[in-house]
């Protein structure tokens, strides 16, 4: 009888390991640059010592050599269309994505893939987008009489927002996003001036614009000598990338000189006119635009300041910091996680920022004469606005203000903020996903608990990743091993065993990890139409 009852026993926790499946992370990267911010995101995400499930992160890097990709990046300096028109911004004639473009988006969620996490870096500059130097070959490979020529890879960001605007599916795309990270300088900044220029309350357009007509412009525009506003900022592109930005209209370098696209040189008053500052686009205020492209992201980080060549430094210590102050072995997972609670992801996602605050100012730091100054960022959570509701800056309970980082400068004008998280909790089997409640608004979405009496996952099963047609396109040991990015072998030294990231070129079928399949030595298929874009 007690034979009996045991085998009953096995085969029930047999049948339930069955019908477990573990969804991976899909990770999107727009790389202008470096790769060292989406080394650190995906090393801290794959961290040993989770409480939580382990899942595969899988990173999808689109490959932005191409005329039709997804994110619109131009060869030759940023594609504005007919956005600026007599020294005014004008909406109508940024350029949309393509049909081509937009099949990309498709494909991810014909496929069923549904990225959480958006990174992107290089070098950025506001007003405009992001950007990447790189040399061209422009005559056949392998030849020594080979020339080349030097452009400015380039991407719009109006032409995102627009895009995400008009188009169903790249709105379903972004809205999607739990976590973005945004790298570059000034990738998270806000030039529109506050009540007391870089502080105080929000000031709504019309009255921006009756201070900079009634002479109270060094609030308004800034100081260029006192380092504030726009005055300085073009002040700076023009002095710091000088290569690239110009005050003298004469400089101006585009290749197509009436509608002005394809601009090695910008001159700064024809892209960052004083006008932008009461445009209801609101071209100056990254934070905003970042809450518009990321409406229902739980936090998204960035550079308020100029960044450090090598921000790796910044990233590892901001993960690091926010981990002690948890009391938590890896911060971005249970973010991530079904089986959290949105109350505790957000007192995870506010520790995070707190720790990033932190780290930036500590560490990101720039000589100017005599002096060294501290350059603090900021970050936002559209999914929490009682988090940010005072500011991108977060801070401790208790903590002094530090300069550079008011306490109170909202970067939007709000009618009310709930100041209280209303969860909606629901049990769940550990067969139902979460993800098709993504969609709906933060405040409804069901939230997965795994109960408690449900075995955990032993730590040397095999998990095989399958399509819907159930043809394997690799294989993933969960939750220890996963593949290794081809490019960049990612250590770390709190992890004995390394981590291997599957990287996905452009697209495959949807990756559904069922941990109760075994390696059976079928063939491996991964569809890729894209290449990797290899300039890393």
Known sequence: MMKLISTIVLLTLSLSTQARTVKPIYVVHVNLGNTQLSENVVREIQRAGSTTETRPVIVIKPDLDRADNPFA???????????????????????????????WFQELENKNIKPEVFI??????????????????????????????????SLYLPTILKSQQRFAVVKRFFENIKLAFIGGCEGLANLEPKEFGVSGRALKLDEIKERYETGDRKIIVGDKAAGTGLAHYKYDLATTYNEHFT????????????LKR?????????????????????PYNRPLQMKQLFPKAYAVFGFNTPSPLRPGIIWENTFAEARRSSAVTNILAPILSDEISLAEK???????????TKSTLRLNKRGIGNKVVNRVSGSITPAFPELDANGIFAYGNGESEVSGA??????????????????????????????????????????K?????????????????????GEFIKKVDVPRTIRRNRTQEINSPEIKEKARVPEIDAMTSDAAV??????NGDSVKIAVPYKSFSGE
């Open 247 to 258: 005050e003298n209209a004469s400089d101006e370098a585009c290749f197509d000189s009436v």
């Open 406 to 447: 008011p306490k109170f400068a909202p970067y939007e004008i709000r009618s009310t903020v709930s100041l209280q998280l209303r969860v909606e909790t629901a049990s769940a089997t550990v067969n139902e996903q979460a993800t098709s409640d993504v969609l709906g608004t933060f405040i409804n979405e069901k939230i």
């Open 262 to 282: 394809g601009c090695q040189v910008h001159h700064v008053e024809r892209i960052l006119p004083d006008s932008g500052l009461w445009s209801d686009s609101h």
């Open 120 to 153: 992107i870096n290089g070098h950025h500059s506001i007003g405009l987008g992001f950007s990447s130097d790189a040399e061209w070959n422009m005559k056949d490979k392998n030849q020594p009489e080979r020339s080349y020529e030097l452009s400015m890879r």
């Open 73 to 103: 990046v131009s060869k030759y300096g940023f594609e504005v269309g007919s956005a600026f028109v007599n020294g005014e911004f004008n909406e109508a004639g940024v350029p949309v994505f393509s049909a081509k473009m937009l099949d």
């Open 514 to 519: 069922t941990s109760s399949q075994k390696e």
């Open 346 to 356: 957000r007192n995870l996602v506010q520790k995070l920022r707190v720790a990033w």
């Open 449 to 469: 608990t795994k109960p408690a009496q449900v075995e955990k996952i032993e730590k040397t099963e095999k998990a095989a990743v399958k399509d819907d047609l």
